[in-house]
């Protein structure tokens, strides 16, 4: 029995020391790219390929017009932009991450990988949202499978940032630790998605009239968003410290108040 939980007690040194092991930073950002790159490109060759208007049809359908017959792919357009911008934005935040972090490991390695999954499904999640475009019960169910793929995309992120400040010592700039002057817009930014897709998918569980349109609308309206809540958390901190310079202030001038005072009078 001894001899056994020594093994145990053995083996799971060997497991955490494992996962705490250096991993190559510029080795994962370069892999991180390359998919981010092919996940865009996949999303380009899509949108080329299959919503361009037929010659013939422009010609017999929209009496030679292109611009009523590019109307018909509106939606399908929507969802190309609402889809490019949540990879763009999610391959933002992840540079922004690793621009902070000095040191990666396995485990920070295996979260990235689970992350880069399922960005890779988000070429998936345009071809639902743009195929099930009109009102249906499939439209909704299009959205919720769209917000799941964001949903542990931008969480998988989040939990890299969330390893890393377990030793923040080592694997984190001092600038995003605990206390640090980018740590609040890092836990604002990293926290951004997870929220919006978690929220847009309880709207389609309430909300009967909620559609493909306004889920990409939502999309593209995100980078405003980010701008918002950079200003937002400076405006925040901003008021904090100043908060925190005037209770000092005051205390300094109690504190000049009473030495001025005679020992009689600070008695009395």
Not at 105 to 113: A, E, P, Y
Not at 135 to 146: D, L, M, P
Not at 203 to 219: D, K, P, R, V, Y
Not at 246 to 262: F, G, H, P
């Amino acid at each position: 029995g001894q001899r056994g939980e020594e093994e145990e007690h053995h083996s799971l040194e060997t497991f955490t020391f494992y996962l705490s092991e250096p991993l190559s930073k510029e080795r994962v950002e370069a892999f991180s790219d390359g998919v981010y790159a092919i996940v865009a490109t996949l999303l380009i060759l899509d949108i080329c390929e299959d919503n361009v208007p037929d010659p013939r049809e422009v010609e017999e359908k929209f009496h030679g017009s292109l611009l009523e017959a590019l109307s018909e792919y509106g939606p399908n357009y929507l969802a190309y932009f609402g889809s490019f911008v949540t990879i763009g934005l999610l391959w933002f935040v992840h540079h922004s991450l690793f621009l902070y972090v000095t040191k990666a490991t396995r485990l920070m390695g295996l979260l990235n990988i689970l992350s880069l999954a399922f960005i890779g499904g988000l070429p998936l999640a345009y071809q639902l949202t743009s195929e099930f475009a009109e009102k249906s019960h499939n439209e909704i169910e299009a959205i919720q499978v769209s917000c799941v793929i964001t949903f542990f995309a931008s969480i998988f992120q989040f939990a890299i940032w969330t390893t890393a400040l377990l030793n923040e010592e080592e694997t984190l700039h001092a600038f995003a630790r605990y206390g640090g002057k980018e740590h609040a817009f890092m836990f604002a930014k990293l926290a951004l998605y997870p929220c919006v897709s978690l929220g847009a998918f309880f709207l389609t569980c309430l909300l009967s009239e909620f559609s493909t349109a306004i889920f990409h609308l939502m999309q593209i309206i995100i980078p405003f968003a980010f701008l918002a809540l950079r200003i937002f958390v400076r405006i925040s901190l901003t008021a904090i410290k100043s908060v925190m310079s005037l209770s000092r202030r005051k205390v300094v001038l109690l504190e000049e108040e009473e030495a001025c005072l005679s020992p009689n009078e600070t008695l009395s």
